[in-house]
């Protein structure tokens, strides 16, 4: 065991109990964190400086509303060319709406494919390519676990322990696993661990275990904990979720931007999916790798300093999180009302409120992280995340919000409100045709001079743009990787273009299902269902005949009537529906392919949705991996 780990002065191993465990811990170094009032502004505020993301942003809406106000004219034409009724108007807002939804995410992913790799992240002059700062402060490193595998947790803090010390720059960062683990097996599993990383570990590390008894408030009641406690010894703290990854150069330059910027109050990286192996994992990580980057500086572009907080793989300014960003329990009863699940996004706009900057890193490497397994995995967290959000609508008024972090919450609450959306406006699409007015007005025929064949083929063109405005930002960001030299890390300019159309295709066949079950989790939550708070499959993989049918057996019954009903009053629709029919006709076996570990193994065999990390696998990930039992998992 190492000298720093042994030493009486480097760390304090009080043998008292800690929930029926004796835990290693530090000496206590209380910080207060009030709970904040929604109601009032905060009772400390900085000055703060505008940023040009207030420009930027307000231009990318004005021309999100221009694009639709233009789009939306043939579509009220062709409506109205009988009496505009109920179903009419219910259907000119709902491509409104959507129109915009889209229209603006792909203005999004524009300016990041122009921004390329020069943009400043809130001007913090983060670049890999610069020499290792040296740093003055101290940074708690925290892993938050609940339930998780214990080997896999400790393993990642290994190799994460190690590529800080690496740096040079160990002394200044210490490690606490925060356990919040119902389970008594995997409790005593992860003390164990803990134990043994003490004694294996070659490197100076301070390595630090808590245990909670009672898990008030989840992760962000976890964080919460610690800040009170420990957090007045030091100025930082970088916050993982138990699948992350983050290399000790990424590290040293967060905490030296933090001590050069110190206006600024959170720094966010945009982490690489990793070690990802069924098919819809992979697809997944493929889009992720490919896209991402470009999507992350778009919406680091127009953030600017108002920027958000995505829970995980960030670093915060303790002082700044403590004083601004303690949470109230919300007003009303669950699943509305008590701790707020989605945290994050509030946790920033708490802290953007009181004139701390919070920026985005899109540009600097070395941060990963993992991604459900399988569908199932996915609709799973989605739910919860789904309640989550949905909590922030009572957030969005708070006293003293940045627009731009209400703009936030606002896109968190629509990505769940788009699905419902998207399936009302098919509903009320097929309903058109039922109309006894429809193509007539008053029993004559259409008149040429209210709407022509124009203008049908304009409404086509509406719907085609929408679909190009979803497909366009892979495309750019595949001319991205092309104009970079970065394809041969994809296996090439060929293989990247039809793992693309692989990826693309995955992803139109999986949607409907994705839509209904947002649509079934919206109306859970309203109708009063608390998700409750369960572990997340990281590595679960394996097609289950028995859960499939339950997950999908209402959407197969769906799609068959779907076909039908489309055969029998318009049967030259069922082209332009294809992808929705299919995905939620074909759900059951869909979900079982994408799941099976057969399918897994003949996936990666054959280079399917190769990724670059997979060809050259990061030394961290590598490491990791090695020491958690070896990658691919058999």
Not at 267 to 281: K, S
Not at 390 to 406: D, K, Y
Not at 524 to 533: K, L, M, N, T
Not at 602 to 620: F, H, K, T, Y
Request: charged share 15%; proline share 6%; net charge neutral.
């Amino acid at each position: 065991m190492n000298a720093l780990v042994r030493s009486p002065d480097a760390i304090s191993s009080r043998l008292r109990p800690d929930s029926g465990f004796f835990a290693d811990l530090p000496d206590e170094t209380p910080l207060d964190m009030p709970a904040q009032a929604f109601h009032a502004p905060p009772l400390l505020r900085r000055a703060f400086e505008g940023s040009p993301a207030a420009l930027r942003l307000g231009g990318m809406i004005a021309l999100t509303a221009a694009m639709t106000g233009v789009a939306i004219v043939p579509v009220y034409r062709v409506l109205a060319a009988d009496t505009l009724g109920p179903l009419d108007y219910v259907i000119l807002v709902l491509v409104s709406m959507l129109f915009a939804w889209t229209a603006f995410s792909f203005l999004s992913a524009l300016a990041g494919f122009f921004i390329g790799f020069t943009s400043l992240a809130c001007g913090l002059g983060l670049d890999s390519d610069d020499p290792l700062p040296n740093l003055n402060s101290r940074t708690a490193v925290l892993l938050p676990v609940y339930n998780e595998s214990p080997r896999a947790i400790f393993a990642r803090l290994q190799a994460i322990c190690e590529s800080v010390a690496s740096t040079g720059a160990g002394a200044h960062f210490d490690f606490f696993v925060l356990s919040d683990s119902t389970d008594t097996a995997i409790r005593a599993a992860e003390y164990g661990q803990f134990l043994r990383l003490k004694w294996r570990l070659t490197v100076p590390a301070r390595l630090y275990y808590r245990h909670r008894s009672q898990n008030t408030a989840r992760k962000a009641g976890n964080i919460a904990d610690w800040v009170k406690r420990f957090g007045g010894a030091y100025a930082h703290m970088v916050v993982l979720d138990a699948d992350s990854l983050m290399e000790g150069d990424t590290l040293v330059r967060l905490a030296a931007a933090m001590e050069r910027e110190r206006d600024v109050g959170l720094i966010q990286t945009a982490p690489v999916i990793v070690n990802r192996h069924t098919l819809f994992a992979r697809a997944e990580q493929f889009a992720s790798r490919m896209y991402g980057p470009m999507l992350a500086r778009g919406v680091a572009w127009w953030s600017g300093s108002e920027g958000n907080y995505w829970g995980h793989n960030a670093i915060i300014r303790v002082e700044a999180f403590a004083q601004q960003a303690g949470l109230p329990e919300l007003g009303g009863r669950k699943p509305f009302g008590g701790h707020i699940m989605s945290h994050d996004f509030v946790e920033a706009a708490l802290l953007r409120r009181a004139g701390w900057r919070v920026c985005m890193a899109p540009q600097l490497g070395g941060s990963y992280e993992e991604s459900p397994p399988t569908l199932a995995a996915l609709l799973a967290r989605d739910r919860r995340w789904c309640q989550g959000n949905l909590q922030h609508v009572q957030v969005m008024g708070a006293r003293g919000l940045h627009w731009i972090s209400r703009f936030h919450l606002v896109r968190g609450v629509s990505s769940y409100l788009a699905a419902p959306l998207w399936l009302s406006l098919l509903a009320s699409a097929a309903m058109l045709p039922l109309r006894p007015e429809w193509g007539q007005r008053a029993g004559a025929p259409l008149d040429p001079d209210t709407v022509s064949s124009l203008d049908v083929a304009a409404v086509g063109g509406v719907f085609a743009l929408s679909l190009g405005f979803l497909i366009a930002p892979k495309i750019l960001a595949y001319l991205e990787m092309l104009g970079s030299g970065e394809h041969e890390r994809y296996g090439g300019a060929s293989r990247a273009a039809l793992n693309l159309a692989v990826e693309t295709a995955l992803s139109a066949l999986v949607a409907p299902l994705i839509m209904l079950s947002h649509t079934r989790s919206l109306v859970e939550v309203i109708a009063g269902r608390d998700s409750g708070w369960a572990a997340q499959a990281r590595d679960a993989s394996g097609s289950d005949l028995r859960q499939a049918v339950r997950l999908h057996a209402a959407d197969t019954i769906l799609g068959v009537t779907l076909i039908f009903v489309t055969l029998l009053a318009a049967p030259h629709d069922l082209m332009w529906m294809a992808p929705v029919v299919l995905g939620l006709t074909l759900a059951i076996p869909l979900t079982m392919a994408l799941a099976s570990s057969r399918v897994a193994r003949l996936a990666r065999e054959l280079g399917l949705l190769l990724v670059p990390e997979e060809q050259r696998p990061p030394q961290i990930v590598a490491r990791a991996n090695a020491l958690s039992g070896g990658w691919p998992p058999t």
